[in-house]
């Protein structure tokens, strides 16, 4: 049985199968495959390889194989006046196997597909700035990753808020989930925000309410979000009375419910604040921030992540047990000792002198 998928989408944006399989094939070359086409490509920083079509690629998907092949096009082969295509692919595959290639193998490939072009997705920041109507982007390069005492849990509820798609569509419900992320100032809050982002390859919108003139305003930013991604309102306890004769925080969330409710949104809400005791309780509410992520003061498991982030140290140092004592003993947060473990190259010296740092809070502490 053959297949020819043909690389042309005739203006359609989203991929053909031809483009899938083509960036899905190169994974599945072994080493004995001996003509490859080798570049790269603008705005990447990675050599890419790609097929020729010299030599098929043998493909193996449960017990059936699989053989692709990049073949030139002519115009006569062209069933479509404006297609501009000069090549296509091939599939080969026993016949007996054709329904378990149209709903399983194919769709793997397109899966597959998707997955990766997640993986090289780069993510970007979005700001209102001080221009109206228009999101100013940069990238976001932000090392963080989900390495918080809390991450299984996180990670468990990003993946149930992603599966429940068919849920939120019958229960009439916009397709969103809101956290509330509260602590002390230098807890880890934005960490965590990015940390969420390079999960879910979202971008992230962070809105500042004060640069938002009326309800117009707001809306405008709300549509020029993409489809999937995370908005971020920091500081949500100071909105209370700077915000009431613009717009109110329940009238901001109405519309937002308002938008998302249709054109198949996917979207994270995240509020932070560094007093959560002065936030309006009708906000607090199931709903609104689903929720609540407490990032306190670092203890000793938390500052073993941050020495493998910050000193490359994996596995144990003999300092490790004198610091985790010390850091019961004092409230500290993870920028400040994060500032501290930047302060030297050498991982034992940079150490010693936190060490010595916490000592000194924990002698002031005693004298108060």
Known sequence: MRFHFRSTSFGIAKPTKSQAAQDYLPARITHCYKSLKVGKLMQQKNIVVALDGKQEVVDQFEDIKLRWKLVESSKEDSDHPKSSEKHSLTLTFDEKHREK????YIPHILSTYHAMQAAKRTIKIHSTGGSRHCWQKTKLTHPASMDFQQKHAIVDDLDRFLRRKKMYKKDGKPWKRGYLLYGPQGTGKYSLVVAMANYL???VY????GSLCSNSDLMCALRDMSN????VIEDIDCYKEVNTKRFTLSGL???MDD???SGGYKQIIIFTSNHRER?????LCLGRKDMHIHLSFLKGNAFRILASNYLGIEGHHPLFEQIKGLLEKVEVTP???AEQLMSNEDPDVALEALVKFLKEMDKEKACI
């Open 253 to 255: 969330l109405n519309n």
């Open 259 to 261: 938008l998302w409710s």
């Open 279 to 283: 936030i309006d309780p009708a906000l």
């Open 335 to 337: 920028a400040v000792v």
């Open 206 to 209: 962070d809105l500042e309410l």
């Open 228 to 231: 999937h991604s995370i908005v």
């Open 101 to 104: 290639v149209m709903n399983k």
């Open 201 to 203: 390859k979202f971008d």
